[in-house]
């Protein structure tokens, strides 16, 4: 079936006084399409949003839709010509239940009375279409998970006949879990012929789910184009203005003593031990495919994994490592990949979640000092340039980098000498992932020890000191960052080790 555009802007600029937001942007958008809307805070997406909304109305330049003028005076025309926003705070009624809040202002009536059985019908046939008919229509929507939620105000979209829908940042606070099963409604919406306009800063997740790009720099469009073929690196240069390299702070490591030995390490997901050594000044960067053992030697070394053998050595004291508390009073921090779920208390402040592995220190028969929690807060804060109004802001409601920086925050708070970082920049901003490259170079300026997990492999040989190669559960190989290249990594990390790919090679 062929695509036709159903969303065009042509030449639109928006000023806020003598700021201007938005020049000359052009954008569109075809039925079944996924677009992804790029661009840094402040490059002019949700001042765009807006205008293709009704909530703004630009100072020049023309929209159509489906061929037909198109300018929404309100949000509520925008909806009713088919254009739904689905925010990043999600625009429920909590105390509704899921089929009120997906029916409202859209019930069917007979004879002036609620039609029951057909918005049941109604409620059960989009549920099913999303792929969720295990939400029950008749819970409160506060009763929900946050991707349940998400669901909910989708179905909203469905049931009043949405055509577009805009996501803005839709896996800010999403399990990765709830991030694929929201591909899969993202796929099912395009089969059906809706266009999806979708703003985030997580690159990854763009790249699998787009299938083209429009990026914002500085209220202008930077570029435009298909996804395929499209690289990350392309993307970040096309969203900063400069390229990819710049972003990695220059570090001059002299590492120091060994402060950790791992020895015969393996835990009970891990298919054989593994041995390394680790230096004060120094960031090992660990490389490998998702299920290549990375992640679970992390998670064995701090105790979270079950140890079946070996030991480790920390500043010359043999420790086991059997659970997380001992291992944070060893000097270990850890930092999960997954923040949402293990790296952060979501629904909790700031201060809370910076102080809660030390709550002793703040505790003074038996009452908690509050003030000098909140001091400190404010100390880590500042440190690391964590954006916030104020120590008692839930981190529920900052950005994806602000986050993993209060996390990073508490780990330098219990005062680790060893950081355990697993893919510490994952689904966040690219200013924030160099400000991050930042603080990691410091931490081993100042003589603490880093072990940095990812899955991106340009990011380890633009921070790291050493890296280290994992394949199906085992360590393959480990070298000075010079002996790497991004393609004899990715060889290592697929072949089990460097020697064989060469091999393998020659023989070719």
């Known amino acids: 079936m062929e695509q036709k555009f159903i969303l065009t802007a042509r030449s639109l600029s928006k000023s806020f006084g003598l700021t201007p937001v938005l020049k000359n942007v052009n954008f569109e958008l075809k039925s079944g399409e996924v677009r992804a809307l790029l661009g840094e805070n402040g490059a002019g997406k949700s001042t765009l949003i807006k205008i293709f909304s009704g909530a703004l109305k630009p100072d020049s330049g023309l929209m159509s839709l489906d061929g037909q003028p198109y300018g929404p005076e309100s949000p509520l025309e925008g909806r009713k010509n088919g254009l739904a926003v689905i925010y990043q705070e999600l625009n429920l009624a909590p105390h509704l239940t899921v089929e009120e809040n997906i029916l409202l202002g859209q019930e069917s009536q007979r004879l002036g009375f609620l039609n029951k059985k057909k918005n049941r019908q109604k409620i059960k046939q989009v549920l099913e279409?999303?792929?969720?008919?295990?939400?029950?229509p008749d819970i409160p929507v506060r009763k929900l998970p946050i991707g349940a939620r998400q669901v909910v105000e989708i179905g909203r979209a469905l049931v009043s006949e949405a055509r577009i829908l805009v996501m803005d940042e839709p896996t800010s606070s999403l399990s990765q879990e709830d991030t694929r099963r929201l591909f899969e409604i993202i796929h099912r919406l395009k089969t059906e012929?809706?266009?999806?306009?979708?703003?985030?800063?997580?690159?990854?997740?763009?790249?699998?789910?787009?299938?083209?790009?429009?990026?914002?720099?500085?209220?202008?469009?930077?570029?435009?184009?298909?996804?395929?073929?499209?690289s990350m690196e392309q993307l970040i240069s096309l969203m900063i203005g400069k390229r990819l390299e710049e972003l990695y702070p220059e570090a001059n490591y002299q590492p120091g003593e060994i402060i950790l030995k791992v020895g015969n390490l393996r835990g009970q997901r891990m298919t054989a031990p593994v041995s390394l050594e680790l230096r004060r000044g120094e960031v090992l960067g660990v490389a490998g495919l998702v299920g290549s053992g990375r992640t679970e030697f992390l998670r064995t070394v701090f105790g979270l994994d079950k140890l079946k053998e070996g030991l480790l050595i920390i500043s010359g004291t043999e420790f086991k490592p059997q659970h997380p508390r001992a291992s944070i009073n060893n000097g270990l921090g850890f930092l999960s990949e997954d923040r949402q779920a293990e790296g952060l208390a979501l629904k909790m402040n700031i201060s809370d979640n910076l102080t809660l592995s030390r709550l002793d220190f703040y505790t003074r028969r038996g009452f908690l000092d509050q003030q000098k929690q909140k001091a400190s807060a404010w100390k880590w804060i500042g440190q690391l340039a964590i954006k916030a109004r104020s120590p008692e802001q839930p981190v529920w409601t900052l950005s994806g980098g602000n986050q993993q920086k209060v996390a990073l925050a508490r780990l330098l708070?219990?005062?680790?000498?060893?950081?355990?970082?697993?893919?510490?920049?994952?689904?966040?901003?690219?200013?924030?992932?160099?400000?991050l490259y930042e603080l990691i170079v410091e931490l081993a300026m100042k003589q603490k020890a880093v072990i940095f997990?990812?899955?991106?492999?340009?990011?380890l040989l633009g921070v790291c000191h050493r890296i280290a190669v994992f394949h199906r559960g085992k360590l393959v190989d480990i070298r000075m960052k010079e002996k790497w290249t991004e393609e004899s990594l990715m060889k290592a990390a697929i072949a089990g080790s460097l020697e064989l790919k060469e091999k393998i090679d020659r023989m070719e």
């Open 453 to 459: 997990v990812s899955s991106y492999f340009p990011e």
């Open 129 to 136: 279409f999303l792929g969720h008919p295990e939400i029950s």
């Open 193 to 230: 012929g809706v266009g999806i306009i979708y703003v985030s800063h997580f690159l990854e997740e763009v790249m699998e789910v787009a299938d083209t790009f429009t990026v914002l720099r500085d209220g202008e469009v930077a570029g435009s184009g298909e996804m395929a073929g499209t």
């Open 413 to 435: 708070h219990q005062q680790a000498e060893v950081f355990l970082l697993d893919e510490p920049t994952r689904g966040i901003d690219v200013l924030s992932k160099a400000h």
